[in-house]
T-cell receptor, first 112, second 109 residues
Framework: SQTIHQWPATLVQPVGSPLSLECTVE??????LYWYRQAAGRGLQLLFY??????ISSEVPQNLSASRPQDRQFILSSKKLLLSDSGFYLC???????????FGPGTRLTVT | AQRVTQPEKLLSVFKGAPVELKCNYSYSGSPELFWYVQYSRQRLQLLLR??SRESIKGFTADLNKGETSFHLKKPFAQEEDSAMYYCALQLSGTYKYIFGTGTRLKVLA
């Protein structure tokens, strides 16, 4: 069966430090992958999505970037964190052409 | 611009009372709409999709294109329905989804 993993579960980082959040999917091939941010009062904001290795679409201009070095691996990065980057980050996948997205457990990021 | 609006941050109802979670959208294309739910300490998961026109856990949602709404309804709320509910719009022909800000439903005993 398919599963999605995210780590770390929680992270506290100082302003100006780098960031790397990882998401991996098991049990499927060539999934569509997504990064969302869930901020208080703002719902789920789509940050990036990917339809294949090395193919990244950015939805919101910001301090973050994403990469997909392998078929089932999706990484969210930042070179220098801002206070406004704090939030709950969710990774999701879906089978290409299907409608349902499957979400990971999320990472709570606090930038201090 | 495409937008999904959930006007209520919090909705409290008593057990056995009817529930309606509101969702309005703004989109010029053909909308594909969903309701996702997140129970306490669980992952966000799909509840239902407008095209399937099914009832899941007693919930239904009808797409009203005239009013650009996709409200979620249940005739008799149960305590286990307490959760965070998100309405989502998939832009036709794309991989993109737009989510609303969510409504927290509390069902009181």
């Amino acid at each position: 069966s398919q599963t999605i993993h995210q780590w770390p579960a929680t992270l506290v980082q100082p302003v100006g430090s780098p960031l790397s959040l990882e998401c991996t999917v098991e049990g499927t091939s060539n999934p569509n992958l997504y990064w969302y941010r869930q901020a208080a009062g703002r719902g789920l904001q789509l940050l990036f999505y990917s339809v294949g290795i090395g193919q990244i679409s950015s939805e919101v201009p910001q301090n973050l970037s994403a990469s997909r070095p392998q078929d089932r691996q999706f990484i969210l990065s930042s070179k220098k964190l801002l206070l406004s980057d704090s939030g709950f980050y969710l990774c999701a996948w879906r089978t290409s052409g299907a409608y349902e997205q499957y979400f990971g457990p999320g990472t709570r990021l606090t930038v201090t | 611009a495409q937008r999904v609006t959930q006007p209520e941050k919090l909705l409290s109802v008593f057990k056995g009372a009817p529930v309606e979670l509101k969702c309005n959208y703004s989109y010029s294309g053909s909308p594909e709409l969903f309701w996702y739910v997140q129970y306490s300490r669980q992952r966000l998961q799909l509840l239902l999709r407008h095209i399937s026109r099914e009832s899941i856990k007693g919930f239904t949602a009808d797409l009203n294109k005239g009013e650009t709404s996709f409200h979620l309804k249940k005739p008799f709320a149960q305590e286990e329905d307490s959760a965070m509910y998100y309405c989502a719009l998939q832009l036709s022909g794309t991989y993109k989804y737009i989510f609303g800000t969510g409504t927290r439903l509390k069902v009181l005993a």
